[in-house]
Nanobody, 124 residues
């Protein structure tokens, strides 16, 4: 089992920044590719970003490319999502998710472990 806990969500004005963090416990963190997904009100779960086990490979949804950065620290068992130039359409609950194998655009139902999410609200 891997336990994932997200933090860092909150309310921010459009154009601002937030940094989300996900802390893992349980099995060896470096064995897992890590991902961020989000679910906006009334919408399906959407892939945001992925990072490989060693951190050398990353991928992003087109909607966040150039604005969001995913990074991990295997020594600290954390994966962060730096979000810049936030837009109201980025408002969502953001989830950290883990799976053994890496995919650049994974489906939400391919994840093995999920956190409970953290709410990000971007106001005009």
């Amino acid at each position: 089992q891997v336990q994932l806990v997200e933090s860092g969500g909150g309310l921010v004005q459009a154009g601002g920044s937030l940094r989300l963090s996900c802390t893992a416990s349980g099995r060896t963190f470096s064995n897992y590719a890590m991902n961020w997904f989000r679910r906006a009100p009334g919408k399906d779960c959407e892939f945001v970003a992925a990072i490989s086990r060693g951190g050398s490979t990353t991928d992003y949804a087109d909607s966040v490319k150039g604005r969001f950065t995913i990074a991990r620290d295997n020594a600290k068992n954390t994966v962060d999502l730096q979000m810049n130039s936030l837009k109201p359409e980025d408002t969502a609950v953001y989830y950290c998710a883990a799976r053994i194998s890496y995919s650049g655009n994974p489906d939400w139902d391919a994840m093995t472990y999920w956190g409970k999410g953290t709410l990000v609200t971007v106001s005009l």
